[in-house]
């Protein structure tokens, strides 16, 4: 250690002594300015890191009373309940999960809105089953021409629903029925439009007798369409909807019946598909879904060939009951069997002449003559 300097002065008194600051003192004084200017830092950045996770915190935590809200809302809304507090969680957890990809999808395309529906407290695997994956063998197509004639014009915007000879949108439930319902909803329209009555027809008339077909774990429009030309369809009220295989047909062959003439498989060509449409009737079609079809709430939706090759969950076969444009995109007017809470009152714009994840690839029609 460094001793003091002392240095004695005359003009001071006999041996008293003077202390000046060393280099020693001077480094040390440094040294704990230092030392203060680092504490201070710490002091800062400590305060500043507590005050950030604070307000993630908060946000969290307002993260997460948004999610319960809406989970409230949804419980409401749908009548849900369930039987353990635990499924209650665990429902909680897939809602919470579900909203924060659709809402990601949203961001993704600001042309498309997604929201809460009946389908948001529900697994991936629950909501395969209802779209299980099937294999269609390609049909000829076959076109009656006394019904279809070439270099006529059509118009740039049709919807049969302004003729009244659409059926209202239906509820398949969790029974992978949609070919029966796309099937049944385009025979509802061509019987209409010909015979100028509108009736309901049984779905599941063709779940429980079909046996092409695989009940509800799917089946295909065009077999669906082959058995009406044979046997015939009952009415909704004749043969109620059950939601469920009953493995045993019940068709009265003694009971009204709406058969159809003909069908056929069309050229995978949408601009035929939109003249069809548009001068004979609605037609069925197969299609991939991914998972954000399930929150689709309205605009026009235009997966990518990526996710729609990619993300597939299943198969999904509709109605298209038209076919228009907005702000330069064409679309499609798609009749769904899924309720009307889902989508637009049950329908849903899909992107038209990019073949939007197969929809041109298995197009199906009745004809009635």
């Given at each position: 250690?460094?001793?003091?300097?002392?240095?004695k002065?005359?003009?001071?008194?006999?041996?008293?002594?003077?202390?000046l600051?060393?280099?020693?003192d001077?480094d040390r004084?440094?040294?704990?300015?230092w030392?203060k200017?680092?504490?201070?830092?710490?002091?800062?950045?400590?305060?500043?890191f507590?005050?950030q996770?604070?307000?993630?915190?908060r946000e969290?935590?307002?993260?997460?009373?948004?999610?319960?809200?809406m989970?409230?809302?949804?419980?409401?809304?749908?009548?849900?309940s369930?039987?353990?507090p635990?499924?209650?969680?665990?429902?909680?957890?897939?809602?919470?999960?579900n909203?924060?990809?659709?809402?990601?999808e949203e961001?993704?395309n600001?042309?498309?809105d997604?929201?809460?529906?009946?389908?948001?407290?529900r697994t991936?695997f629950?909501?395969?089953?209802?779209?299980?994956q099937?294999?269609?063998r390609?049909?000829?197509?076959?076109?009656?021409?006394?019904?279809?004639?070439?270099?006529?014009?059509?118009?740039?915007?049709?919807?049969?629903r302004?003729?009244g000879?659409v059926?209202?949108?239906?509820?398949?439930g969790?029974?992978?029925?949609?070919?029966?319902?796309?099937a049944?909803?385009?025979?509802?329209?061509?019987?209409?439009?010909?015979?100028r009555?509108?009736?309901?027809?049984?779905?599941?008339e063709?779940v429980d007798?079909?046996?092409?077909?695989?009940?509800c774990?799917?089946?295909?429009?065009?077999?669906?369409?082959?058995?009406?030309?044979?046997?015939g369809?009952?009415?909704?009220?004749?043969?109620?909807?059950?939601g469920?295989?009953?493995?045993?047909c019940?068709?009265?062959t003694?009971?009204?019946?709406?058969?159809?003439?003909?069908?056929g498989?069309?050229?995978?060509?949408?601009?035929?598909?939109?003249?069809?449409?548009?001068r004979?009737?609605?037609?069925?079609?197969?299609?991939?879904?991914i998972?954000?079809?399930?929150?689709y709430?309205s605009g026009?939706f235009?997966?990518?060939?990526?996710?729609?090759?990619?993300?597939s969950?299943g198969?999904?076969?509709m109605?298209?009951?038209g076919?228009g444009v907005?702000?330069?995109?064409?679309?499609w007017?798609?009749?769904n069997s899924?309720s009307?809470s889902?989508g637009?009152g049950?329908?849903?714009?899909?992107?038209r002449?990019?073949n939007?994840?197969g929809?041109?690839?298995?197009?199906?029609?009745?004809?009635?003559l």
């Amino acid at each position: 250690m460094v001793s003091p300097t002392v240095v004695k002065s005359e003009s001071l008194k006999k041996n008293e002594p003077i202390y000046l600051l060393s280099e020693y003192d001077e480094d040390r004084k440094i040294r704990s300015k230092w030392l203060k200017c680092l504490l201070y830092a710490v002091l800062i950045l400590t305060l500043v890191f507590t005050i950030q996770l604070l307000i993630e915190r908060r946000e969290n935590v307002g993260e997460i009373d948004r999610y319960q809200k809406m989970f409230n809302d949804f419980l409401v809304k749908f009548n849900r309940s369930y039987e353990t507090p635990e499924e209650l969680e665990y429902r909680l957890s897939i809602f919470r999960e579900n909203v924060r990809e659709f809402e990601e999808e949203e961001r993704k395309n600001p042309g498309v809105d997604f929201d809460v529906n009946h389908f948001t407290d529900r697994t991936n695997f629950e909501l395969k089953t209802i779209v299980p994956q099937i294999k269609i063998r390609n049909e000829t197509a076959r076109i009656h021409k006394q019904l279809y004639q070439e270099g006529e014009s059509r118009p740039a915007s049709f919807d049969w629903r302004h003729y009244g000879v659409v059926t209202s949108v239906k509820n398949q439930g969790q029974c992978g029925s949609c070919w029966a319902f796309a099937a049944t909803a385009a025979i509802e329209s061509q019987f209409a439009i010909r015979r100028r009555y509108l009736v309901e027809l049984s779905e599941q008339e063709m779940v429980d007798c079909d046996s092409r077909s695989h009940g509800c774990n799917g089946g295909v429009p065009l077999y669906a369409m082959e058995f009406v030309k044979r046997k015939g369809l009952e009415t909704e009220d004749d043969y109620p909807y059950q939601g469920h295989e009953t493995h045993q047909c019940r068709l009265d062959t003694k009971s009204r019946r709406v058969f159809i003439d003909d069908y056929g498989q069309l050229q995978q060509n949408e601009d035929f598909i939109a003249e069809w449409v548009s001068r004979i009737g609605p037609v069925t079609f197969h299609m991939n879904v991914i998972k954000s079809m399930f929150s689709y709430r309205s605009g026009i939706f235009n997966p990518s060939s990526q996710d729609c090759q990619t993300r597939s969950t299943g198969a999904h076969a509709m109605t298209i009951v038209g076919y228009g444009v907005e702000r330069s995109q064409p679309y499609w007017i798609v009749k769904n069997s899924w309720s009307k809470s889902w989508g637009e009152g049950g329908y849903m714009r899909l992107a038209r002449g990019v073949n939007a994840c197969g929809v041109a690839q298995y197009v199906a029609a009745p004809i009635i003559l």
